[in-house]
């Protein structure tokens, strides 16, 4: 690589920090993503019969994780300036382009869009059920607001679940086959 003479006479390589400096500490196990999406996502994009190893595994995980972490400070960051505490899918998309992933930008601008269609969509099945179950023919704001809460919590418990098990298949079958590093 790029070396470059440093005070004393030492050589550093460039654009790399000393391990000493603690720029890159180990993500808490809270903070990583899990093991099994990610994998699963980059052996959709591989052709077949290509093995990742051990330690390529561990490299996109992390640096998933990293990217995660990052877009999401300046989310927050861009929130914040707008005086708001609710990040929004805006927010991102504008992170997005902070970070120059502006390719990114128009694709992702249609998933989002796509997934409005599909919440609004949901959200309108719930209300008309619990019309029907209540015989009410509203149920108001309030109703609309529990409604949209009880979705989110109940998706994001059976994600969490789904992750769970993801990860103990994938511990699974590692153990069984240790030739696949």
Known sequence: GKAAAGSGGQQT????????????????SNMALPNAVVQRLIKSKLPDGVMLHKDARAAFNKSTSIFILMLT???SD???EAKRSTVTGQDVLNALKELEFDDLVEQLEVCLAAFREADKARTLAQRAKRAKTSGAAGGG???AADDDAEAEDDGEAEAEEAA???????????ERSPAAQ
């Open 164 to 174: 769970e098990q993801e990860a103990a298949d994938e511990q699974e079958q590692e």
């Open 13 to 28: 390589t460039l654009g790399k920090r000393p391990a000493e400096s603690g720029a890159v500490a180990p993500l808490p």
């Open 141 to 143: 704001e309030e109703a």
């Open 73 to 75: 400070t300046i989310a």
């Open 78 to 80: 861009i929130s914040r």
